[in-house]
């Protein structure tokens, strides 16, 4: 099984390579949404797709992972490091001692096996909500997002979660470099959240004085769902994970003036200001507003990439955009909203598109 974390680097390298771009050192937004399985022996041809935004898709027979790339941040400024740890103050919290071999072998009566290059925790300290791992890098590529250190480093974070249930990783709200990962690093481990279903933490790597070079924040690792999914009711449980799937909408006569007013949504390249001007002149008794308010009954979602771009990849991105939408609308009760997905097929006035209607 391909490790999540691998996927970070995958996508900072081709958006390097097809947009150009300064080093990538920040990627937001990280969610998983199914492992890459592959048989010994075997291969598997995976899309890493990147929006001109920094979103990004990495996709094989269905979803894996998508997330978002942070362009030209060098971390100073606003982006610079935090303050450093104390590692002896941590280890003094966090009097349970555990060894490499007492990490990996209770991993492994979790089920999770890890192969060598992954087996990168040599010492590790636990404490109330607190951890303090000490990581080797093995000499296995040069990667900026090192997969080996970052998934050492959420390892870490799995030895907090209490119980034998175990947890998978679902999601990281940001991750963040301000130096190279070096070969011996600490991962300071902070239990901010804890539900029944998920466990939140935050994490830094540091250099083995306390020096912060990297920054992990809002990891989240969810429960697996249990061995009786397929007893009677199970499946009424709860939605386990969402696939786009879109429909073409047929074309439709005019219709009445929205209820409510008419929200315009972009990918951040001000095409949705274009557009509210626009039809300020063509529809003056519209009101149009910016962003996905919730009292508008009508919601126009611009594609990313504008007119010449291409439609899959307009698509993939911006499904998880209206999924995110719906999700907040449904979870906040703010009633009934039509969607429009629109991507510019020819050249001409803002509204010239083809629409797609997400069901």
């Known amino acids: 099984m391909l490790p999540g974390v691998v996927y970070l680097e995958m996508a900072r390298l081709a958006g390097e390579r097809a947009h150009g771009t300064a080093p990538v050192r920040h990627v937001d937004e990280i969610v998983w949404a199914a492992p890459v399985a592959l048989p010994p022996g075997a291969s598997r041809d995976i899309r890493v797709v990147v929006a001109p935004s920094g979103a990004f898709e990495i996709t094989g027979e269905r979803p894996h992972a998508r997330g978002r790339l942070v362009f030209g941040q060098d971390g100073t400024g606003q982006n610079a490091a935090p303050a450093p ?4 103050a941590v280890r003094a919290r966090c009097g349970e001692r555990r060894t490499r071999e007492d990490c990996y072998a209770y991993f492994a009566d979790l089920g999770f096996r890890y192969g060598p290059a992954f087996q990168v925790i040599e010492t590790l300290a636990l404490g109330d909500g607190e951890a303090l791992a000490r990581l080797r890098r093995p000499e296995v590529g040069d990667h900026r997002f090192h997969p080996s250190l970052l998934d050492g480093a959420l390892q870490a974070a799995g030895h907090l979660v209490r119980g034998t249930t175990a947890h998978l990783p679902y999601s990281i709200g940001s991750v963040r470099l301000f130096g190279e990962l070096p070969a011996d690093c600490l991962a300071h481990v902070v239990a901010v959240e804890g539900r029944a279903d998920a466990q939140v933490f935050d994490i830094s790597l540091t250099a083995p004085d306390g020096t912060v070079v990297a920054r992990v924040e809002r990891f989240t690792l969810r429960a697996v769902p249990d061995a009786g999914r397929d007893l009677p ?4 449980r709860g939605v386990l994970a969402f696939e786009p799937y879109w429909q073409e909408a047929p074309a439709t006569t005019a219709q009445a003036e929205p209820a409510g ?20 002149v063509l529809a003056p008794r519209l009101d149009v507003v910016l962003g996905a308010r919730p009292d508008a009954s009508h919601l126009v979602h611009l594609a990313a990439g504008g007119f010449g771009s291409d439609l899959d990849v307009a698509l993939l991105v911006g499904f998880h955009t209206a999924l995110d939408v719906c999700r907040t609308r449904i979870a906040k009760h703010e009633g009934p909203l039509r969607y429009l ?3 510019e097929d020819r050249a001409g006035a803002a509204g010239a598109r083809t629409p797609r209607t997400p069901r």
């Open 85 to 88: 740890i104390d590692p002896a």
């Open 233 to 236: 009711g199970a499946a009424e």
């Open 261 to 280: 007013p008419l929200a315009v949504i972009d990918a951040g390249d001000g095409r949705a200001e274009a557009l509210r001007d626009e039809l300020a």
């Open 341 to 343: 997905f629109v991507h």
